[in-house]
């Protein structure tokens, strides 16, 4: 990269007071820039698997069948109703010191803490998109069922080609929403020091005084992540849009 | 498969043989089984919970202490900056939006560890020193953006109330500020509620990031007792209790929140 810019903005920074020094220091410098690559993969990997996540909770729950929608209905209800910090700490400190014992020992054991910073935000928003999908699958006419019915589709077949499609268009701005707190939730990362935007600072702003230069830096990353998810959840609303649906 | 059987499947449930429980109770239920079914394998592990008890007890009054503080502060806060967003004027409006719109979008963490590094440890009134303990910093870090969230909901309960309401308080001989009492702030409120009350359960779970900056919330404790007891069925059972209790905290607001949507629904 060209660092002839990063001396000026420093010095002109400096001039109104704030101490952007770390820049100059290759190995933060690099530590801050991995921590925003971090954050970008969490944030990539978690919208994709918890979509996969909401669309099989949401199957169950709609399934008319006791034994898959109870438990769906349970794992989601006891998913918005408890902190995800918690859930977070049980899947690091309880499931994945279970796993280690049963591996024996944690240098058998494949699962890192980034790992359950993906599995446990995409269960998570697993929950929520779940439930903008059940919606949407509610939505869906009565008669556009029935005419799947009378074309012969299995009851499978018209969750995946006639209720879906439509609930996926149908729930689509609750999903973006979900999405973007996905993105903010990926700072909780820095908890089980998962080196994250957040997490890099952290390590940064205890070497020095600089918590508000870092803090203007961190609320700017996720401004610009936030935004492209909406600008892209926006995209996509566009491109779904079907005739006669919306307006 | 019939091919009624699919049709039906939404439309007519299957006739109640038995009077509807309510599903709160059932969980309650559920949750009270699975600790008994608990303590009945692991009696052991549930005496050394037991004597723990009143440390987590301690850690869940700080929890709600700061949800309930985070709530009131942000409720004034917000109920100012939503006024200030539908006021006209250019340099009132643009600032309470861009508030709005910074504290809405940034992650609470950051926003805690904001108020926790920025903020001094004390202040000096004089020359007495007051301490600015990190709990009441986390306060004002969740106060933030619950008051940004707040402001929003006041700002659409009022937006939504249809303008024919004022025309016809106008008509009745009504002044502006009886109007605002009278007929549109009452509709407020139950427009208001609901998001609240879900903004007060999003709150309470969010205090667990106090943990992050070091106030011993319940949280925090339950990290504290498992790193001084070190034993593998106790670290299970006490984040199962930690669990256990903010759900029963949170749970039946959200129930109650739900009824209360499906009961102003179409008002």
Redesign the interface.
Same mark, same amino acid.
């Given at each position: 990269m060209s660092e002839s810019w990063l001396p000026a903005f420093v010095a002109a920074a400096r001039s109104v007071g704030l101490n952007y020094g770390f820049l100059l220091n290759a190995f933060e410098r690099a530590a801050w820039i991995d921590g925003v690559v971090v954050s970008i993969e969490l944030s990539a990997l978690g919208i994709v698997s918890s979509l996969i996540v909401g669309m099989v909770i949401a199957a169950a729950l709609?399934s008319?069948r006791p034994y898959l929608d109870r438990p769906a209905r349970a794992f989601v #209800?006891?998913v918005?109703?408890?902190?995800?910090?918690? =859930?977070i700490?049980?899947a690091f400190? /309880?499931v994945n010191? $279970?796993i280690s =014992?049963a591996l024996g020992g944690p240098q058998n054991n494949p699962l890192t803490a980034y790992a359950w910073v993906v599995i446990v935000l995409s269960l998570h928003y697993g929950a929520y998109h779940a439930e903008a999908l059940r919606a949407g699958i #509610?939505a869906v006419p009565?008669a556009m069922? #029935?005419s799947a019915?009378s074309l012969g589709f299995?009851?499978r077949e018209?969750l995946t080609h006639v209720e879906l499609p439509l609930a996926v268009r149908f729930a689509w701005p609750s999903l973006v929403n979900n999405m /973007?707190d996905l993105v903010?939730?990926t700072? $909780?990362g820095?908890?089980i020091a998962v080196g994250e935007v957040?997490y890099a600072s952290?390590m940064i702003?205890v070497n020095g005084d600089n918590? $508000?230069e870092l803090?203007i830096f961190? $609320?700017l990353v996720?401004?610009a992540l936030?935004l492209l998810v909406a600008g892209l959840g926006t995209l996509v609303e566009n491109r779904l849009r079907m005739p006669g649906y919306g307006q | 498969m019939a091919s009624e059987d699919i049709l039906t499947l939404k439309t007519s449930p299957s006739p109640r043989v038995l009077p509807r429980i309510p599903s709160i109770v059932l969980w309650i239920g559920a949750v009270a089984l699975a600790w008994l079914v608990l303590a009945h394998f692991y009696r052991d592990t549930m005496s050394t919970l037991w004597a723990w008890a009143p440390l987590l007890a301690g850690g869940l009054r700080m929890n709600v202490l700061i949800s309930v503080l985070a709530i009131a502060i942000g409720t004034v806060l917000g109920a100012i900056v939503g006024a200030l967003e539908l006021s006209r004027g250019r340099w009132i409006g643009a600032p309470a939006k861009a508030y709005v719109q910074v504290f809405r979008n940034a992650p609470i963490l950051v926003l805690i560890f904001f108020a926790t590094y920025v903020f001094p440890f004390e202040i000096r009134f004089g020359s007495t020193y007051l301490p600015f303990p990190d709990w009441i910093k986390a306060t004002i870090g969740l106060a933030l953006p619950a008051s940004a969230h707040i402001a929003e909901i006041f700002r659409g309960a009022i937006l939504s109330i249809t303008s024919a309401q004022w025309e016809a308080s106008a008509s009745l001989g009504l002044s502006r500020s009886q109007t605002l009492r009278w007929v549109i702030l009452p509709q407020c409120v139950k427009r208001v509620l609901p998001p609240w009350m879900n903004l007060y359960a999003m709150i309470t779970m969010s205090t667990t990031l106090a943990s992050l900056v070091g106030v011993t919330e319940l949280l925090e404790s339950a990290k504290n007792a498992t790193n001084t007891v070190n034993r593998t069925d106790f670290t299970i059972i006490i984040y199962l209790a930690v669990l256990t209790l903010f759900f029963l905290y949170c749970y039946p607001i959200t129930r109650f929140t739900a009824r209360l949507e499906r009961k102003y629904a179409f008002h």
């Open positions: 709609t008319g #209800e006891l918005r109703n408890t902190p995800t910090l918690v =859930q700490f049980c400190f /309880v010191m $279970l =014992q #509610e009565r069922r #029935e019915v299995s009851r018209i /973007v903010k939730a700072s $909780l820095s908890a957040t952290l702003w918590v $508000l803090m961190i $609320l996720y401004a936030t | -």
